[in-house]
């Protein structure tokens, strides 16, 4: 990778699983590799990026810093976000939304900073051109989020868009399911091979039966997701984009273990079964109702 197109990201994730998605940065070519409560700090381009949203199954969001900077008073947020060339970043008649958290004896309400922001991106647009971009907070085409901890503020923009736990293959579900991140981490510390046979006792909608059956399958757990944050970016590579999700389609094998699910609950089971056929996983599961009085 040339140093002049590295980049210094972020990965977020749950907590427990900062190793488990080190491990998984590093198998895809990520630098520099640096573990953080909840989150794991790397380096790379622009390729390893696009790897990451489709390949990382423990993963949240992929953030890429774009500035940072100290703050210690509410009117600093609006000056010193002032200092990033929002125009450079989006078209003014993109949309955006701005995400943050916040961790500060300083700052203590997280949707104040995100108003104060705003405020900035849209005052900055409307003295050059006139005219503002307009927010959309259930999909932007330009996430923005913000980091404050303690008097550190940095700025990154979003390249997942919507959490990357979310695959897309949920057509039935249950009440509070299992995220998908938090299952596939618990297979991975689990020490499972992806060659042995794999039982589920308490399958429920059948979200740790299918992350394993990718898993056995190498199939990238965002292979399928149709749009990512920086699908919107201007320097987006459609082109490289396509050929990575083609190069990892081409690694993915049907020659995998067996796998069983059991659940006493006639909800869950109906869920999996139903899952499981949207998918076409059927052939490589078997489901047992078990009548518990």
């Not at 929002?86 to 108003?115: E, G, P």
């Not at 618990?186 to 992806?194: A, E, N, P, Y």
């Amino acid at each position: 990778m040339s140093e002049a197109h590295i980049y210094e990201m972020t990965a977020t994730t749950l907590y427990g699983l900062e190793g488990v998605l080190a491990s998984e940065l590093k198998g895809i070519g990520a630098q520099d590799i640096e573990m953080k409560n909840r989150a794991v700090k790397f380096k790379g381009d622009k390729e390893l990026m696009y790897r990451a949203n489709l390949s990382c199954r423990t993963a949240l969001r992929i953030l890429k810093p774009i500035h940072s900077f100290k703050v210690w008073k509410e009117n600093q947020l609006y000056n010193r976000s002032q200092q990033v060339k929002w125009y450079d970043i989006f078209k003014i008649d993109q949309t955006f939304a701005i995400n943050a958290r916040v961790n500060s004896k300083f700052l203590r309400h997280s949707q104040y900073v995100a108003l104060k922001f705003k405020d900035a991106i849209v005052d900055q647009f409307r003295e050059k051109f006139g005219e503002r971009p307009s927010v959309n907070t259930k999909d932007p085409d330009v996430m923005i989020n913000i980091h404050i901890d303690h008097n550190e503020c940095v700025i990154s923009l979003d390249s997942s868009g919507d959490s990357l736990h979310k695959r897309g293959y949920r057509a039935s579900s249950v009440e509070a399911p299992l995220n998908e991140v938090l299952a596939a981490g618990i297979i991975k510390l689990s020490g499972w091979d992806g060659k042995s046979n794999f039982i589920d006792p308490m399958c429920g909608s059948g979200t740790i039966l299918i992350e394993a059956v990718n898993m056995a399958m190498n199939r990238a757990p965002n292979i399928k997701r149709p749009k990512f944050g920086f699908h919107s970016w201007s320097d987006f590579d459609k082109k490289r984009f396509d050929e990575i999700r083609a190069e990892l389609k081409e690694k993915e094998t049907t020659d995998i273990p067996r796998f069983y699910g059991f659940d006493k609950s006639n909800i869950a089971f109906s869920a999996c079964k139903h899952n499981l056929i949207v998918l076409g996983y059927s052939k490589y599961i078997t489901l047992e109702h078990l009548n518990f009085f």
